[in-house]
């Protein structure tokens, strides 16, 4: 599966972006989905998950409350809706994919991704 990620830019500290990733070239509906950041000098985090059937999400103790995950399988394409944007959630974004059997997982952890997006920037001003 190819992933594009899109959405990225400068926004003030409180507000909003939304952040897309397209899939192409495999069935959408086989994977668990995520969202990861990193940050210049720190590791890849997850920030969100969804699972196949979008019936279980994870989110990040930083970003509970104010980020939202979803996918639509008409448009192969998972979002990321950040709201109350802080200066800290500035990093590079990446989506990513991972095949699994059973339809209610979430996955969290990085090495368990096998598919990644070319990363979106996020900038938050203070």
């Known amino acids: 599966v190819q992933l594009q990620a899109s959405g990225g830019g400068l926004v003030q500290a409180g507000g909003s972006l939304r952040l897309s990733c397209a899939a192409s070239g495999s069935t959408f509906d086989s994977y668990a989905m995520a969202w990861f950041r990193q940050a210049p000098g720190k590791e890849r985090d997850a920030v969100a998950a969804?699972?196949?059937?979008?019936?279980?999400?994870y989110y990040a103790d930083s970003v509970k409350g104010r980020f939202t995950i979803s996918r639509d399988s008409a448009k192969n394409t998972v979002y990321l809706q950040m709201n109350s944007l802080k200066p800290e959630d500035t990093a590079v974004y990446y989506c990513a994919a991972d095949y699994v059997r059973v339809t209610w997982a979430v996955v969290t952890g990085a090495k368990e991704y096998d598919y990644w997006g070319q990363g979106t920037l996020v900038t938050v001003s203070s």
């Open positions: 969804i699972s196949r059937n979008a019936g279980n999400t």
